[in-house]
């Protein structure tokens, strides 16, 4: 009789991605900026998406901080947009829901898919929210062409992982003194 060792998968996303985070907490940004990049090709992959990007909202522009898509993506990273015209605006202001399976089945999309310039088949979307309550921006991901089977539970692990994001945010930019610094 063969006993399991662990509660979880260690090859399970969530897993890996919590790894890759801690992993980091006390290097330089030059890791901080790998570990991120290397959580967005796991979700990418897991997930099935085109792309996968880390947003800041700073200044009413929505700049893409972390991306990992296609080479022949038509985002890159460091650009920006206006952050009232994004999908992700909508999702945190609650105009829009974290995830929609078909976006040409979707009443509220039907108009916002004319006005970006590739199509946009599922779509999942969740704030990153800092120890302060401020949103700092979001974490989306995106597919070309609806998704034969989404799935529902990569929502959570987008939350998560949103939530874990925020944790390195957090560490990163507040000192330890900070009053805005929450610890659990």
């Known amino acids: 009789m063969q006993t399991e060792f662990f509660d979880y998968e260690p090859n399970d996303m969530t897993v890996r991605v919590s790894e890759l985070l801690i992993a980091t907490s006390d290097d330089s940004d030059q890791f901080i900026d790998a570990a991120v990049q290397e959580m967005l090709s796991l979700l990418r992959a897991k997930m099935q998406m085109d792309i996968v990007f880390v947003s800041e ?18 985002v890159q990273r460091g650009q920006k947009f206006p952050l009232e015209e994004t999908w992700c605006q909508r999702v945190v202001k609650g105009r829009l829901p974290p995830f929609i399976a078909n976006c040409n089945e979707y009443f509220a999309t039907a108009e916002l898919l004319k006005k970006v310039p590739f199509p946009i088949g599922t779509f999942y979307s969740v704030p990153i929210v800092l120890a302060n309550g401020s949103v700092y921006g979001t974490l989306c991901c995106l597919s ?34 900070d009053p805005n610094l929450t610890r659990h």
């Open 57 to 74: 909202f700073s200044e009413g522009e929505l700049v893409l901080k972390y991306l990992d898509s296609p080479v022949d993506a038509p």
């Open 144 to 177: 070309y062409e609806p998704l034969d089977t989404p799935d529902a539970k990569d929502l959570n692990r987008l939350k998560y992982t949103a939530q874990m994001t925020a944790n390195r945010i957090d560490k990163k930019t507040l000192s330890p003194g």
